[in-house]
């Protein structure tokens, strides 16, 4: 019995949202050194602001429109900013700037539609306007997932030395469940700059969501490396070695882990379950008596702690600690298996065939319960209902040589002696002389039944 068999699986880890001052390197590059990107504040897309085109004549009439755009941008009054900008773009509708700068003013305003159009309208009238793709993405990627990741990848071309929107390609692709998309998008990322925690972390956890919890653990240990008081890189590579059967350094991962996130019962559970697995006992306990300290026990903790207790064959702690799990669950297979088998180690053996009955009831492939219901019937002397279950447990998995010498016990007191000599022969052969008392009990009884049945035979 393993202490972690009843909980949950390693847990996915969220998708990271993407904030505004993430994308502030990126535009930078975009946009150029002279660009002064602006962020909208309502909104975590993070559109980025087109430059101004200064190199207008100050005698043009249109130069004091985007001169009163600018100005209200500034301010961060961005309905303002469209009447200018509208009056500007009727007059030279062909200018991809003026359509940047209105995507960027309706991204702000949450405006999507007409955000979406105007990105739109400045790709089409400039194709090699990188940050119109990267907004036309943004502003997409909660909407139309594969337009979003086709819009980075875009932009990625374009700016080839810049690794931000292949990131966002991956995160966008990651999102809509395309994990092995994501995870092509992420490595080019990665190539472009390697010491980048966001991309080692999001490559790792694309990676483990994908089943492959070998090949995020250097990306999980990378991001620690980068960041070591960052709580979900710690919990990423916890769950990248549990995944991998790690089971002592996963442990140990979750410990650094709490000492972040102290408050995570989920985790702690699981570093209970995981240190309970390599035997470490009472540093499994000592974490199910942090839990408890704080808040009553759950379903979860009191199953933890009754395997616990299973194990260290504690049968009065186990009785006590799961009789109430029980009450919570009454129809858990597993519950009423263990329970059982406390009854039958308490030799209350009325309640343990009641509790191991039921438990095969609901699962009638569960073998542990099934051969423990054969010790209760043996030990109580219900030999007919003995050979009942035993019946039914040869069907799951197949005889050992000792199931024979009980089974040739069970005809023998129910006088079927040509029965019980064929089971303790089944026995002796099975055997091999390994168990010295179960064989010589089964050879003299074997020679005592074969002259009683030799004498029923004569006197007939």
């Given at each position: ?196 925690f966001e991309l080692n972390f999001s490559l790792g956890r694309a990676l483990l969501a994908g089943n492959q919890a070998e090949q995020a653990e250097p990306r999980f240990r990378e991001a620690v490396k980068l960041r070591a008081d960052s709580a979900p890189a710690l919990l990423g590579l916890a769950n990248s070695l549990l995944s991998q059967k790690k089971t002592a350094a996963g442990a140990e991962a979750l410990a650094d882990y709490l000492k972040l996130k102290p408050d995570d019962a989920a985790a702690r559970l699981d570093r209970a379950s995981a240190l309970n697995e390599i035997n470490r006992i009472d540093e499994a306990l000592a974490e199910l008596d942090r839990m408890e300290a704080v808040s009553p026990p ?163």
């Amino acid at each position: 019995m393993t202490g972690a068999a009843h909980l949950k699986e390693v847990p996915r880890l969220p998708a990271t949202p993407l904030l505004i001052g993430m994308l502030a390197a990126l535009v930078a590059g975009l946009l150029g050194a002279g660009a002064a990107p602006l962020y909208a504040q309502a909104t975590g897309k993070a559109p980025a602001r087109a430059p101004v085109k200064r190199s207008l004549p100050q005698q043009d009439p249109l130069a004091a429109l985007l001169t009163e755009a600018q100005q209200a941008v500034d301010r961060k009054d961005l309905a303002a900013a469209l009447d200018p900008l509208h009056k500007y773009a009727a007059q030279r509708p062909q200018d991809p700037y003026v359509h940047f700068q209105l995507g960027y003013v309706f991204s702000g305003l949450e405006q999507w539609d007409q955000a979406r159009a105007e990105f739109e309208r400045a790709i089409e009238l400039d194709p090699k306007m990188a940050a119109a793709h990267l907004n036309l993405g943004l502003v997409l990627m909660d909407h139309d997932a594969t337009r979003a990741a086709q819009a980075f990848r875009q932009a990625a071309e374009l700016q080839p030395a810049e690794s931000r929107p292949r990131f966002l390609a991956g995160v966008v692709l990651e999102r809509s469940g395309q994990l092995s998309d994501a995870v092509a998008e992420y490595r080019k990322a990665l190539e472009l700059s390697p010491t980048d925690f966001e991309l080692n972390f999001s490559l790792g956890r694309a990676l483990l969501a994908g089943n492959q919890a070998e090949q995020a653990e250097p990306r999980f240990r990378e991001a620690v490396k980068l960041r070591a008081d960052s709580a979900p890189a710690l919990l990423g590579l916890a769950n990248s070695l549990l995944s991998q059967k790690k089971t002592a350094a996963g442990a140990e991962a979750l410990a650094d882990y709490l000492k972040l996130k102290p408050d995570d019962a989920a985790a702690r559970l699981d570093r209970a379950s995981a240190l309970n697995e390599i035997n470490r006992i009472d540093e499994a306990l000592a974490e199910l008596d942090r839990m408890e300290a704080v808040s009553p026990p759950t379903l979860e903790m009191r199953k933890m702690r009754g395997t616990i207790y299973l194990q260290q064959r504690k049968w009065k702690e186990a009785g006590e600690t799961l009789a109430p799990a029980l009450a919570e669950s009454p129809d858990d297979p597993q519950l009423l298996a263990w329970l059982g088998r406390v009854q039958l180690q308490l030799r209350d053996f009325p309640n343990a065939i009641r509790l191991l009955g039921r438990a095969y009831s609901l699962d009638a492939g569960s073998v542990d319960a099934l051969r423990d219901l054969v010790s209760a019937f043996f030990l109580s002397e219900d030999y007919a209902s003995t050979l009942g279950a035993m019946d039914r447990l040869a069907r799951l998995e197949p005889p050992q040589a000792l199931t024979w010498f009980v089974r040739g016990i069970c005809y023998d007191k129910l006088s079927r002696k040509a029965d019980a000599i064929e089971s303790y022969q089944k026995f002796l052969d099975l055997d091999q002389g390994h168990s010295d008392t179960q064989s010589f009990q089964a050879r003299r009884r074997i020679v005592t039944l074969q002259n009683e049945l030799k004498r029923a035979g004569k006197s007939r």
